[in-house]
């Protein structure tokens, strides 16, 4: 879609404030153990579900309450934002470059190289998601790594086909065909000249993607195949809530609603970016 530049000084708020909560995510998670108040993993069951400190019975010290184990809520939570960043950064990374660099080879190489890949790309695509984690879980067990090769194992194909249409368009302009004709090797024309060129729309397919891996790594944690329950993680936090939803709504509302948030915020800097780096939108 291709917005005016009027349509785009509406939309400043909104993004502003997406990418300052975004930017408060990642903060957060990177200063975690010095902004948290309490250890994440210590409780006392003298201290267990105390409710959120403006509710009658809360407690100045424990801002979002406790959990049943009298572990501070928030600082569970600030710690969670680091594991599920972690996780985004790491599967998004892998998964990029990969995908990345088997896209570019498709499309520039083309023949049976290019059917080969794409084949692998349709098969990866057909795989459930959760059936491929609940694999990994039984053989290895729930951990940081496996869910890292589970989420990277299924993202890397779209970042393929992405390059891969691009590589294909790109490939055919003059600037790459004197390259040929200056006798440049297939490698440093794919790094110098195409690479370069189609960074942009796999950059912003990454933005889109921060809230794919959020979901995608909370859901796997809430089912227990993903993060293991003893680390602090958001889906581990609402799976271990779900059972005192009446009772002590804070338990799966509050990492819910910084799952909600965090998706949100991603989901419209990246549309955003989609927009405004589209080159129709830059010439108008």
């Not at 403006?54 to 100045?60: M, S, T, Y």
Request: with cysteine.
């Amino acid at each position: 879609m291709i917005i005016k530049r009027a349509q785009l000084k509406k939309i400043k708020a909104p993004i502003i404030v997406a990418g300052i909560i975004g930017l408060f995510f990642i903060v957060t998670a990177i200063f975690a153990p010095l902004i948290a108040p309490h250890e994440p993993l210590k409780g006392s069951l003298s201290e267990r579900l105390i409710p959120p400190v403006w509710q009658k019975g809360g407690d100045p010290s424990h801002i979002l309450g406790t959990d049943i184990l009298g572990r501070d809520v928030l600082s569970r939570l600030i710690y969670g934002t680091r594991t599920t960043l972690a996780v985004c950064v790491l599967a998004i990374f892998i998964s990029g470059t990969i995908g990345s660099l088997l896209g570019m080879i498709s499309g520039y190489f083309g023949g049976w190289t290019d059917i080969i890949i794409m084949r692998a790309v349709d098969m990866v695509l057909s795989i459930p998601v959760i059936l491929l984690a609940l694999l990994f879980a039984i053989v290895f067990g729930p951990s940081f790594l496996n869910i890292i090769v589970v989420i990277s194992l299924i993202l890397w194909s779209q970042y393929a086909r992405m390059a891969r249409g691009e590589t294909l368009k790109i490939k055919e302009l003059d600037y790459v065909n004197l390259a040929r004709t200056a006798g440049c090797s297939h490698a440093r024309i794919m790094a110098r000249h195409i690479l370069p060129n189609i960074a942009s729309p796999l950059v912003i397919l990454a933005t889109l993607q921060v809230g794919t891996v959020i979901i995608l790594e909370s859901s796997l944690s809430f089912l227990g195949v993903g993060i293991p329950p003893t680390t602090p993680d958001w889906g581990n936090m609402v799976a271990e809530g779900r059972s005192y939803i009446v009772s002590a709504w804070w338990l799966c509302m509050v990492p819910g609603a910084a799952i909600l948030l965090t998706v949100l915020s991603f989901n419209l800097v990246g549309d955003f970016l989609t927009d405004y780096i589209n080159p129709e939108l830059r010439r108008e």
